[in-house]
């Protein structure tokens, strides 16, 4: 019986914490820290801030280069 009840616990614990992890990970997402995480995979670099620049530079570089229609 204890047993089931600290399955349950556990269960409810992360039913809890799984809209919080969500929020976190958009967040991430929406900030472009994922996408520089997978840059430094990507091409094998760890981080810095010269290798943040150059991946701001070159994101917002891609962006703002591209015409807009209408």
């Known amino acids: ?27 991430r997402e929406l900030s472009d820290e994922r996408a520089y995480q997978r840059h430094l995979a990507v091409h094998e670099r760890l981080h810095s801030a010269e290798e943040w620049r150059n991946f701001s530079d070159h994101r917002l570089k891609a962006k703002y280069s ?4 209408c």
């Open 66 to 69: 591209r015409t807009k229609c």
């Open 1 to 27: 019986m204890r047993r089931l009840a600290r399955v349950a616990e556990a269960y409810r614990l992360a039913l809890v914490c799984q809209p919080a992890r969500f929020t976190l990970e958009l967040l």
